[in-house]
């Protein structure tokens, strides 16, 4: 029985220690970060991508993807369902592509924004908003290099049917005739030749030396002119300096006008000077008059107090008078 207890109790202790590493991992592997959950649809292949991959914007890791399945709502498209953290800057116009991790073949979701658009994204057909998946470099080539071959075959169907039979045979033909008509055009050249070699140009060489006549006629011309033009700006220079040399016009102007500064304009100043002291002689004697009139009989001297003024005394009497 006691070996039976001692087992019992072991179970329940292995069971114990395994329940709490079980919780132990689960705590420490627990997210605590808060995320939204976006969708994503492509009808390009995902090669590559894995559940737990993770989500990037711009480098950043942002979080990871949850599920990979078929769309329901469009046949042969797959959608991608990932988690991302709230605090990312996830608009409207943000995009999502894939990128690959080195050589290792994996891949992770890398998300990016053209700027366009700061709101957040509508919610989805199925409830979270659906970012759109672009394909990467690798499936644009792809697309090109389909486009390229195309292109290529239409060109080379094109080349083939230019140079058909009927295509050279025509090709032939125009270039015997380029060949025919650049032999015509030298026989036109040499017969040119000839004609200017039999031309007579006497009559040329004539009308030549008449016009090189007239020319040195003008040219005499022109040679007196320039003299009589050399005279008469010898004349004109003349002139100018009598009028502007020394003796000349502007000289005695300006002595004439220096004489009337230095003489005659002290002259005037000293006259009015004498004229206002004189004016301001006689209008302090017209003022000293017409205070007192009798100035003019006495003199500017005291007057003498009158009859009945204080200080009047009767002038004494001759003797023998009345």
Same mark, same amino acid.
């Given at each position: 029985?006691?070996?039976? $207890?001692? &087992?019992?109790?072991?179970?329940?202790? *292995?069971?114990?220690?395994?329940?709490?590493?079980?919780?132990?991992?689960?705590? +420490?592997?627990?997210?605590? *970060?808060?995320?939204?959950?976006?969708?994503?649809?492509? !009808?390009?292949?995902?090669? %590559? @991508?894995?559940?737990?991959?993770?989500?990037?914007?711009?480098?950043?890791?942002?979080?990871?993807? +949850?599920?990979?399945?078929?769309?329901?709502?469009?046949?042969?498209?797959?959608?991608?369902?990932?988690?991302?953290?709230?605090?990312?800057?996830?608009?409207? #116009?943000?995009?999502?592509?894939?990128?690959?991790? /080195?050589?290792?073949? @994996? !891949?992770?979701?890398?998300?990016?924004?053209?700027?366009?658009?700061?709101?957040?994204?509508?919610?989805?057909?199925?409830?979270?908003?659906?970012?759109?998946? =672009?394909?990467?470099?690798?499936?644009?080539?792809?697309?090109?290099?389909?486009?390229?071959?195309? =292109?290529?075959?239409?060109?080379?169907?094109?080349?083939?049917?230019?140079?058909? &039979?009927?295509?050279?045979?025509? +090709?032939?033909?125009?270039?015997?005739?380029?060949?025919?008509?650049?032999? !015509?055009?030298?026989?036109?050249? &040499?017969?040119?030749?000839?004609?200017?070699?039999?031309?007579?140009?006497?009559?040329?060489? =004539?009308?030549?030396?008449?016009?090189?006549?007239?020319?040195?006629?003008?040219?005499?011309?022109?040679?007196?002119?320039? $003299?009589?033009?050399?005279?008469?700006?010898?004349?004109?220079?003349?002139?100018?300096?009598?009028?502007?040399?020394?003796?000349?016009?502007?000289?005695?102007?300006?002595?004439?006008?220096?004489?009337?500064?230095?003489?005659? @304009?002290?002259?005037?100043?000293? +006259?009015?000077?004498?004229? #206002?002291?004189?004016?301001?002689?006689?209008?302090?004697?017209?003022? !000293?008059?017409?205070?007192?009139?009798?100035?003019?009989?006495?003199?500017?001297?005291?007057?003498?107090?009158?009859?009945?003024?204080? %200080?009047?005394?009767?002038?004494?009497?001759?003797?023998? /008078?009345?």
């Amino acid at each position: 029985m006691e070996n039976k $207890a001692h &087992a019992f109790a072991a179970g329940i202790f *292995v069971l114990v220690v395994t329940a709490l590493l079980v919780g132990m991992v689960s705590w +420490l592997m627990r997210d605590t *970060v808060s995320t939204t959950r976006y969708e994503m649809t492509t !009808s390009d292949a995902v090669t %590559g @991508l894995q559940p737990q991959a993770a989500v990037r914007f711009k480098g950043v890791a942002v979080g990871k993807v +949850l599920d990979i399945d078929f769309d329901p709502a469009k046949p042969g498209n797959v959608l991608v369902e990932i988690a991302v953290d709230r605090n990312a800057p996830v608009t409207q #116009s943000t995009f999502a592509t894939l990128a690959f991790q /080195g050589v290792t073949g @994996l !891949s992770f979701v890398q998300l990016d924004d053209d700027g366009s658009s700061t709101a957040p994204p509508p919610a989805g057909p199925n409830g979270p908003p659906r970012i759109p998946l =672009k394909p990467n470099a690798l499936g644009q080539l792809q697309d090109m290099a389909s486009e390229l071959v195309e =292109k290529v075959g239409k060109a080379t169907d094109r080349i083939n049917q230019m140079l058909g &039979a009927d295509n050279q045979a025509a +090709l032939t033909t125009a270039l015997t005739e380029i060949g025919s008509a650049a032999k !015509s055009i030298n026989q036109l050249a &040499a017969n040119t030749d000839k004609t200017i070699q039999s031309v007579k140009l006497d009559s040329l060489v =004539k009308q030549t030396s008449g016009t090189l006549a007239t020319i040195d006629k003008a040219a005499s011309q022109v040679r007196v002119t320039a $003299a009589n033009l050399d005279g008469t700006v010898g004349e004109l220079d003349k002139g100018l300096k009598r009028v502007t040399g020394p003796g000349g016009v502007v000289d005695r102007l300006g002595e004439s006008a220096n004489t009337v500064t230095t003489n005659t @304009l002290p002259r005037i100043q000293n +006259l009015t000077e004498d004229a #206002s002291r004189t004016i301001r002689r006689l209008d302090r004697i017209a003022n !000293s008059l017409s205070e007192n009139p009798q100035a003019f009989i006495y003199g500017s001297g005291a007057v003498p107090p009158g009859p009945g003024e204080p %200080g009047y005394h009767e002038p004494a009497t001759a003797p023998g /008078g009345p």
